[in-house]
C-alpha cells in the first residue's frame, strides 16, 4: 500500500475491495477522501474516477458492517 497522503485518479485502486484487508482498507480510504477533499478545494468538484471510488469504498465498509 502507497505511503501517499492523497490517491489520484490516476493511482492504482485495487480491483476487488473484499480482497483488501481492513486496516489498508481504511488507509484507501483515508487517501481518497483526502484527494476528494483537494478536489472540491481546488478544483470545485470532485473528478468523476475520485467519486467512484469514494462510491465503493463506502459499499464496501457497508457489506464489511453486516457480516
Known sequence: MSEKLHLTPED????DLSAVPDKELQVLDSQVQR????????????????????????????????R
Open 35 to 66: 484527494q476528494l477533499d483537494y478536489e472540491y478545494v481546488a478544483e470545485g468538484e470532485p473528478n468523476p474516477e475520485t467519486e467512484f471510488r469514494h462510491h465503493d469504498l463506502d459499499e464496501e465498509f457497508e457489506e464489511r458492517d453486516d
Open 12 to 15: 492504482e485502486f485495487p480491483e
